[in-house]
């Protein structure tokens, strides 16, 4: 990476770390249900239904599961990038709705925790999107990309 880069990234890094340390410690004198959790990366209906049809329509998708990463880039900063995957990382965290599986690595985890995950149709194009996002502070008007909370 370019040092002007690494340069942008070490104090939202850094945040970052302190943000999961404060959230360890509250998290551990304080036990939730897991329908109240924050740090659960939810489906909405629409997404679900999507995955469903997209099992049912097309048998090269049957089994595979959503993955959600975040990448660099984008017009915000950082953009969300959606794939069909059938692999399984070490580092990956999984989410399942009505048997649907949502896959996140661990790093994007870190910027979409307690984040929605939709299925928008539009004349101008059909896509999965993440609606809301608590570790955002912005982004542009397509949600493909966003400013991460420092």
Do not use: W
Request: include cysteine.
């Amino acid at each position: 990476m370019s040092r002007s880069v690494l340069h942008r990234l070490t104090p939202l890094i850094s945040a970052r770390l302190r943000q999961n340390q404060r959230l360890l410690t509250v998290s551990s004198a304080v036990e939730q249900s897991p329908s109240e959790s924050l740090d659960v990366v939810r489906m909405t209906e629409n997404c679900v239904q999507r995955m469903k049809e997209l099992h049912t329509k097309d048998a090269s998708a049957e089994g595979r599961m959503l993955r959600l990463n975040v990448v660099a880039g984008g017009c915000s900063g950082f953009q969300y990038f959606f794939l069909l995957d059938d692999k399984k990382n070490e580092d990956d965290r999984i989410f399942e709705k009505e048997g649907v599986k949502l896959v996140v690595d661990d790093i994007s985890y870190d910027f979409v925790k307690g984040a929605t995950v939709d299925y928008v149709q539009e004349l101008i194009r059909s896509a999965f999107v993440v609606t809301t996002n608590p570790n955002a502070e912005g982004g542009c008007s397509c949600k493909s990309s966003f400013r991460a909370k420092q």
